[in-house]
T-cell receptor, first 118, second 114 residues
């Protein structure tokens, strides 16, 4: 079974600063995907960034980047130049695309509530 | 169009009512999902449809009945719910065979059972 652990229930950061959210996971699979989703108070889950396990290069999307350490099973999210609109719950998620019985299933961590203050 | 549209956004129903939640996507995705999310918790998978066929049912009580009439629509029929079923219900869709099979989520239906 896959498990995803986010050890920081809450974090806060001042606007324009950098913050890193932690995520670790446990799997015996070799091919998988990792995602960070953001859920603001509006409730919609929005994909922030994604990473394929076989790619060593860390994914980057504008102010968002990841530090993917496959051997350590770690997948942290760095948010640079934090903005007030980044305030949200952030979920780390794992997907194994290969297994028919777990087709498309996302395994979520418990989430980290990030607050960006002025 | 990268939207998943859910209706209604809010629903209050009594324990004897029958209601339905609707979800629609026009991205050509052939996998669709229902998740249930309690406050400050991650989403919990309920059902997965693949090519309009139910492929995963996470031991959900029969008072929740999913339906996938076609590749763009997903319904969740509700009957005789309990107050503990009050939650945010999220619909999602994704590609099945794709380099990027990530799920796109709707805004959810906030359900209150009274």
């Amino acid at each position: 079974a896959q498990t995803v652990t986010q050890s920081q229930p809450e974090m806060s950061v001042q606007e324009a600063e950098t913050v890193t959210l932690s995520c670790t996971y446990d799997t015996s699979e070799n091919n998988y995907y990792l995602f960070w989703y953001k859920q603001p108070p509006s409730r919609q889950m929005i994909l922030v960034i994604r990473q394929e396990a076989y790619k060593q290069q860390n994914a980057t999307e504008n102010r968002f980047s990841v530090n993917f350490q496959k051997a350590a099973k770690s997948f942290s999210l760095k948010i640079s130049d934090s903005q007030l609109g980044d305030t949200a719950m952030y979920f780390c998620a794992f997907m194994n695309p290969d297994r028919g019985s777990t087709l498309g299933r996302l395994y979520f961590g418990r989430g980290t509530q990030l607050t960006v203050w002025p | 169009d990268t939207e998943v549209t859910q209706t209604p956004k809010h629903l209050v129903m009594g324990m004897t009512n029958k209601k339905s939640l609707k979800c629609e996507q026009h991205m050509g995705h052939r996998a669709m999902y229902w998740y249930k999310q309690k406050a400050k918790k991650p989403p919990e998978l309920m059902f997965v449809y693949s090519y309009e066929k139910l492929s995963i049912n996470e031991s959900v009580p029969s008072r929740f009945s999913p339906e996938c009439p076609n590749s763009s629509l997903l319904n969740l029929h509700l009957h005789a719910l309990q107050p503990e079923d009050s939650a945010l219900y999220l619909c999602a869709s994704s590609q099945i065979i794709s380099r990027w099979p990530e799920a796109f989520f709707g805004q959810g239906t906030r359900l209150t059972v009274v």
